[in-house]
């Protein structure tokens, strides 16, 4: 009866020693979450510096100085919107001077009011097309103008963009043989994106 007593003590014994063990096994944990790291957001204010060349054709632009090559200087302020992934609009205004150091070149401002339209291309890319009306103002005065072009736009890091920029420009003026282009601008800037 012993033997019986101690066979029953020692089973009851391992089974609440198996019953210890499974409940340490299931030990409550709270899942790490998964971090994806997110792509450059496009949305919001931007500010930003320019530099590039200005190439006028034979025909007169806005009272420049024709078959000439000019550097510019510029900058740009701007908001994107991006009503739906992955299309981007947005409202830019932009100032440019323009120079060439020959004494008989015309020295000139230009200022555009921009709309953009573009997409995300991958989270740090961007493609888009301009359009713009402004005016052009030089010593002999202001002529209304516009252009037409596009542009690739890379985030560099968080909050810093480098942008290429081309676009086609004309004036609202009959001077000559006037054609639809008559001046082709190209830059390279630097943004900041709040």
């Known amino acids: 009866?012993?033997?019986?007593?101690?066979?029953?003590?020692?089973?009851?014994?391992?089974?609440?020693?198996?019953?210890?063990?499974?409940?340490?096994?299931?030990i409550p944990t709270?899942?790490?979450?998964?971090?994806?790291?997110?792509?450059?957001?496009?949305?919001?204010?931007?500010?930003?510096?320019?530099?590039?060349?200005?190439f006028t054709g034979a025909n007169a632009y806005a009272?420049?100085?024709?078959?000439?090559?000019?550097?510019?200087?510029?900058?740009?302020?701007?908001?994107?919107?991006?009503?739906?992934?992955?299309?981007?609009?947005g409202v830019e205004v932009t100032a440019d001077y323009m120079w060439n150091t020959t004494a008989a070149v015309t020295n000139s401002g230009e200022f555009f009011a921009n709309l953009r339209a573009g997409a995300i291309v991958t989270d740090n890319a961007l493609i888009y097309a301009l359009g713009g009306l402004g005016f052009n103002n030089t010593a002999a005065g202001s002529v209304g103008v516009y252009q037409l072009g596009g542009g690739?736009?890379?985030?560099?890091?968080?909050?810093?963009?480098?942008?290429?920029?081309?676009?086609?420009?004309?004036?609202?003026?009959?001077?000559?043989?006037?054609?639809?282009?008559?001046?082709?601008k190209a830059t390279v800037g630097v943004f900041y994106h709040f």
């Open 152 to 184: 690739v736009e890379f985030a560099v890091n968080d909050v810093v963009t480098v942008r290429g920029e081309i676009v086609g420009q004309g004036d609202f003026t009959a001077v000559g043989a006037d054609s639809f282009f008559e001046s082709t």
């Open 1 to 26: 009866m012993f033997v019986r007593s101690l066979a029953i003590g020692v089973s009851a014994a391992a089974l609440m020693v198996g019953g210890a063990q499974a409940a340490d096994l299931i």
């Open 63 to 89: 009272n420049t100085t024709a078959s000439t090559t000019y550097g510019v200087v510029g900058a740009a302020v701007g908001v994107n919107f991006i009503p739906v992934d992955p299309l981007l609009l």
């Open 30 to 54: 709270t899942p790490e979450p998964i971090y994806a790291p997110a792509g450059f957001d496009w949305e919001g204010l931007y500010v930003g510096a320019r530099l590039g060349g200005q």
